[in-house]
């Protein structure tokens, strides 16, 4: 066999396959091509040709596949083997200094070596490599659960379908971020413009675009780029490295790209450094960034300081500052939410900030403005830092109009009418119209038809808006009487359209319990709440059921999340619309109620005095708390049941004074048993 394969199609694809990778990794990770484009472009073709006429021989390593392939119907979930955590934030050189002295202290250590490293301004993937091939690439999601953007990444032109180099793991889980070099940006929103199509407002936008893409061709033409953070799922890498560092030096000889800006630095002096030095680049470098990352170098280390919640306690992001700029308030106005929060809001002179045009800002609420004594015509700060929403920093006294009032909250309802009110101990002032409101009404109709809850795709808020409106849907469940002739007299909703709509409420009968719970839109019931309470009740009944106590066995939840969830389903308006949704077909299947929610004891408080006739005193406890019960050693008024058996002494006496019910054995195994 020659060396170029070609004397035979088998050899001659994996010679042009080598050929091909090597030009790739030379011209999008070294930056320094190797030979010129039509060449390449040559290569490709050749490679492309015997794919076709051998479809036996492609392979899913293969360099053509970035060219895209089958558009994905949708992206399938990926459970992250390890979850993909966020990182907490420093917003000042204290803020990062206090980082170092707690590593310091954790470690006992007098001074740290930290692996520094721009924080990149992307999107977090993880990318799985099976003997060293690319197999599975998938969004951050909402950190246990993402998409799988498999075929997107595919595209992807700096990431190795195939690690090169020697001593890579068998499965390795790699982390980064994608994104969009800032000049390919800008050719890219050059081209949307020739060809009329939408501009994209910043590099991070147009990355999550094409990202979701759904047609992987399209993806391929976007120029998406990789870079990596870390590893998470490993199998045994020998010779393990010791520091975070040696495992990027790893990465990078293993064909992934890492940032070249990379230093380890030495105690908190050396952070600031860095920070200062990256700052200054920042300007200049290919990529946005919105700060630097630190993180304790030594991995043995980072195990030993560990997590805490969601976040890494070695590692911190230290933000640059946020970016401002000023505009005028034109007017204040209110939002009424899903919940019936009343959110004043300012209209603001357009204002370009933070990569996107920004109309209005977010005043939190009352105490709020009267603390920046926002005004209509006042000039303001505003600041967009990152995803987080646009919000009036201060106000340029300055600048003031002569006649400029203060803002007074509304005492009614400007959609509905009803009382506003706000609990002395709250800051929110709510809307009590409840769904008799139609603002909430919408808010709950949109969210109920939300991608991560029922999933009705084309519900969008101008129909809801129309719906509500027209009196034509009051509640969730009216959505599943919807007919053909109630849409066809609204406005611009063509016959098609009306069908689709028809077809995507249909489809939504089929449901999980989870997003049901979700799409109930409870209050302080998020997803990640939902999807606990559908694992551990395992039916909508044993939830609906279930009261305060019981819901607190819930992991997760606390009393003002099982207060919601018992208020809620404590409303009939409420069990009438679960009733009508179920009996207008949408089902999900049901599971087994998890161990933990056996728990007809669930908040009982037992005390034990004196000598049962057969149970000992250990016995008696293990068969209380396996219901869920609390064996306490006196007796209060919250006791609820004192056990007595021969001989008992203060305890019963104390529990006859008290007036608390008193067993014998009996009746306490009537009770375990009940
Ligand atoms: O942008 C980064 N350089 C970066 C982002 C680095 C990290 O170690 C990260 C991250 C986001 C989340 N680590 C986590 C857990």
């Not at 609420?365 to 600041?383: A, C, H, L, P, S």
């Not at 646009?390 to 009032?405: D, N, Q």
């Not at 016995?619 to 004192?642: C, F, M, Q, W």
């Amino acid at each position: 066999m020659t060396r170029d394969g070609s004397d035979n199609p088998a050899g001659r694809a994996a010679f042009l396959r080598a050929e091909i990778e090597r030009h790739n990794h030379a011209y999008y990770v070294l930056d320094a091509p190797t030979i010129p484009d039509a060449e390449y472009d040559r290569l490709f073709r050749e490679l492309q040709d015997i794919e076709a006429a051998h479809p036996e021989l492609s392979t899913p390593d293969s360099p053509t596949r970035r060219v895209g392939g089958a558009p994905l119907p949708e992206f399938r979930q990926v459970a992250h083997a390890v979850p993909m955590l966020s990182l907490n934030n420093a917003f000042s050189a204290e803020e990062a200094a206090a980082f170092d002295r707690r590593c310091r202290e954790g470690l006992g250590v007098e001074q740290i070596d930290y692996a520094c490293e721009p924080k990149f301004d992307g999107l977090a993937i993880g990318l799985r490599y099976e003997k060293g091939v690319f197999v599975q690439g998938a969004t951050r999601g909402d950190g246990f659960t993402g998409e799988d953007v498999t075929q997107n990444l595919r595209t992807v032109r700096n990431i190795p379908l195939r690690l090169t180099g020697s001593g890579y793991p068998d499965l390795l889980e790699v982390r980064g971020e994608v994104l969009m070099l800032r000049r390919d940006f800008e050719r890219l929103n050059e081209r949307q413009r020739a060809a009329g199509e939408k501009e994209f407002a910043n590099p991070r936008n147009a990355a999550a675009g094409s990202l979701r893409q759904l047609d992987p061709k399209i993806a391929a033409q976007r120029p998406l780029r990789f870079f990596a953070y870390g590893v998470a799922d490993v199998s045994t890498v020998a010779p393990a490295p010791s520091l975070h560092s040696s495992m990027m030096e790893r990465l990078a000889a293993w064909g992934i790209p890492v940032a070249a800006e990379r230093a380890v630095v030495q105690g908190a002096a050396g952070l600031m450094a860095y920070y200062e030095r990256i700052g200054a680049a920042r300007r200049t470098l290919s990529y946005d960034i919105d700060g630097v990352v630190y993180k304790v170098n030594r991995l043995a280390d980072q195990e030993r300081l560990g997590y805490v919640s969601r976040a890494p306690r070695f590692a911190i992001a230290h933000k640059f500052p946020a970016e401002e700029a000023l505009t005028t308030v034109e007017a204040i106005e209110v939002q009424v939410g899903r919940t019936g929060a009343i959110t004043p809001v300012a209209r603001l002179a357009p204002v370009f900030v933070g990569g996107v045009t920004v109309t209005n800002a977010t005043l939190h609420n009352e105490d709020e403005v009267r603390r920046k004594d926002v005004r209509i015509g006042d000039t303001v700060i505003v600041r967009r830092a990152g995803d987080v929403i646009p919000e009036v920093v201060s106000v340029v006294p300055e600048k003031r109009p002569i006649l400029a009032p203060e803002f007074v909250m509304p005492k009614k309802c400007p959609v509905c009418g009803s009382a506003v009110e706000k609990p002395e101990d709250e800051a929110i002032a709510r809307c009590s119209g409840g769904l008799f409101c139609p603002a909430q009404r919408k808010q709950a109709l949109l969210h109920f038809a939300s991608r991560r809850a029922m999933d009705i795709e084309g519900l969008g808020e101008k129909l809801v808006e129309q719906l509500v409106d027209n009196a034509v849907i009051k509640t969730p469940a009216d959505l599943y009487k919807l007919g053909v002739l109630a849409l066809a007299n609204l406005e611009r909703m063509a016959e098609k359209s009306a069908a689709n709509l028809l077809a995507a409420i249909d489809k939504s009968r089929h449901t999980t319990l989870a997003r049901f719970i979700y799409a109930l839109g409870i209050r302080n019931v998020g997803e990640a709440t939902a999807k606990d309470l559908a694992r551990h009740f395992g039916s909508l009944d044993a939830l609906m059921a279930a009261d305060a106590d019981q819901l607190q066995l819930v992991p997760d939840v606390g009393p003002v999340v099982a207060a919601s969830i018992a208020r809620f389903f404590a409303e009939p308006h409420n069990r009438e619309v679960v009733e009508q949704l179920r009996a207008a077909g949408v089902q999900w299947e049901e599971g087994a109620p998890s161990a933990a929610a056996h728990a007809p004891l669930a908040g009982k408080t037992f005390v034990l005095t004196g000598t049962l006739p057969t149970l000992t005193r250990e016995a008696a406890k293990e068969l209380i708390e396996a219901r869920g019960g609390k064996v306490a050693g006196s007796v209060s008024k919250k006791t609820h049941y004192v056990v007595a058996g021969a001989e008992a002494g203060s305890k019963l006496e104390k529990a006859q004074e008290l007036g608390v019910n008193i067993l014998d054995e009996s009746q306490l195994k009537e009770l375990l048993e009940s």
